[in-house]
């Protein structure tokens, strides 16, 4: 797969360019121990490779190595304290590289690659050091053409190339997504299975993530929010620290990573089996958007279109339920953004190495993209009547109710990764009820 990516990214530089993806540094918890490492999402994609303090160079015009790589050398005291490393001869080996060398010999090798280059193509910001030498070479490079007429003049961000291909996976990346998206509804399903009221909100955390432990993942794509009552009106809420009561309903927005691809899930459901007339008028209106939305994406579609649908639908419910006054027509309750005090952010995000994938998803004359075969997008409409809102009926105060699946985009239409996790609303209660 990332000879494959790579090809493809050669194909897109066309010729002059030299191009350097370094690793994301480590990040450090506390005084003396880091996270758990996470490699930088383009870095990986070219590459594969995921150990820290590694830099990745395509040269495709050099006349033996045009992939590079620059990694830790193997250190058997280190390896002994943080595990193992893949060291230079295995950079090779494992991941291809026509030529490897320590991360030391970054500064001294890297000249060799760039001597007869046009254009340098790196992304800024993501490691100081890197940023620093690369500003370094790329002032003394243009300096030096202006005298001989030769080297490096233009410094190009690789990201939108690597965002434009990101946004069509590919075949193992699509395997990779749908196990991503197994072990998310393994984890949702043990969730709506074992709560209950008395549980803490963090006790489900717990399950739901040791539950994508459990089936392979890496961990969690990003961090679970489980919210219960009145703290599922807050998008991203993620103290997870109150106790279920009865008559909750209980938010639960969680995706597993697997081999670096994100899940990501959401299910609204009732902590006592049996939803509420007022949860589920909510519940409903969500539900029935989130069907038809679904139903409408296709190859040709244009990408903005599931969010005005969106809006259209979720407005509509906003005024059956009285959240909204009928003085306006539709139209004009749409135009003004009145729908944004209970639906707050867009329909989506494409989705993969990233929860939120970089993918740019609009033209460069700023029309929206259409869905191609290959793109992967969550859908989740939602409505969020916080507790302390004015002027709408009482029943709806504290309620917050969202439902998200990941959505291939197929040739004919489109596949639901995630359905898995059941939506319809006697479904809903019938699984939480079956774990009782």
């Known amino acids: 797969m990332h000879k494959q990516n790579r090809e493809v990214f050669i194909e897109k530089m066309g010729p002059g360019g030299v191009a350097i993806f370094a690793s994301n540094p480590p990040a450090r918890w ?165 709560v209950r009221p008395g549980l803490y909100e963090y006790q489900l955390e717990s399950l739901v993530e040791s539950t994508f432990r459990m089936n392979g993942a890496g961990g969690a794509a990003f961090p679970t929010i489980v919210a219960s009552g009145g703290n599922a009106t807050i998008l991203h809420y993620t103290t997870n620290d109150c106790e279920i009561e009865d008559g909750n309903l209980v938010l639960l927005d969680a995706g597993a990573e697997y081999n670096r691809y994100c899940g990501d899930v959401t299910r609204t459901f009732p902590a006592n089996g049996a939803f509420t007339e007022a949860q589920r008028e909510i519940y409903q209106i969500v539900l029935d958007a989130h069907k038809t939305i679904i139903d409408g994406i296709r190859p040709g579609v244009s990408i903005d279109e599931p969010h005005q649908k969106s809006i259209e639908l979720l407005t509509e419910g906003m005024l059956s339920l009285g959240l909204l006054k009928k003085k306006k027509k539709i139209e004009k309750l749409i135009e003004d953004g009145a729908f944004r005090q209970f639906y707050m952010y867009r329909i989506g995000h494409m989705i993969g190495l990233d929860v939120h994938d970089v993918n740019c998803v609009r033209e460069p004359n700023g029309d929206y993209k259409t869905f191609q075969p290959g793109m992967i997008i969550t859908i989740e409409p939602g409505l969020y009547v916080a507790e302390d809102t004015k002027g709408v009926p009482s029943k709806y105060l504290g309620i917050g109710v969202r439902i998200e699946d990941d959505i291939l985009v197929t040739e004919s239409g489109n596949e639901n990764l995630t359905s898995g996790v059941p939506i319809e609303i006697e479904e809903v209660e019938a699984l939480v009820n079956s774990g009782k």
């Open 30 to 194: 506390n005084h003396d121990t880091e996270y758990i490492y996470r490699p930088d999402p383009n870095f990986y994609y070219l590459t594969g490779f995921e150990e820290p303090e590694s830099i990745c160079v395509i040269a495709p015009e050099h006349p033996k190595h045009q992939y590079i790589l620059f990694v830790r050398p193997k250190d058997k005291q280190s390896e002994i304290w943080n595990g193992k490393r893949v060291g230079v001869r295995d950079a090779r080996k494992k991941y291809g590289a026509d030529k490897a060398y320590p991360i030391e010999k970054f500064n001294e090798k890297i000249g060799e690659y760039l001597q007869d280059a046009e254009r340098l193509y790196y992304t800024l910001g993501s490691n100081e050091d890197v940023d620093s030498e690369m500003l370094t070479r790329f002032t003394r490079a243009v300096k030096s053409k202006v005298r001989g007429g030769k080297g490096i003049d233009t410094l190009v961000d690789p990201s939108p190339i690597l965002s434009e291909m990101r946004l069509i996976k590919n075949e193992t990346e699509l395997e990779r997504m749908r196990m991503a998206t197994e072990i998310t509804v393994a984890g949702h399903v043990a969730a709506m299975q074992a």
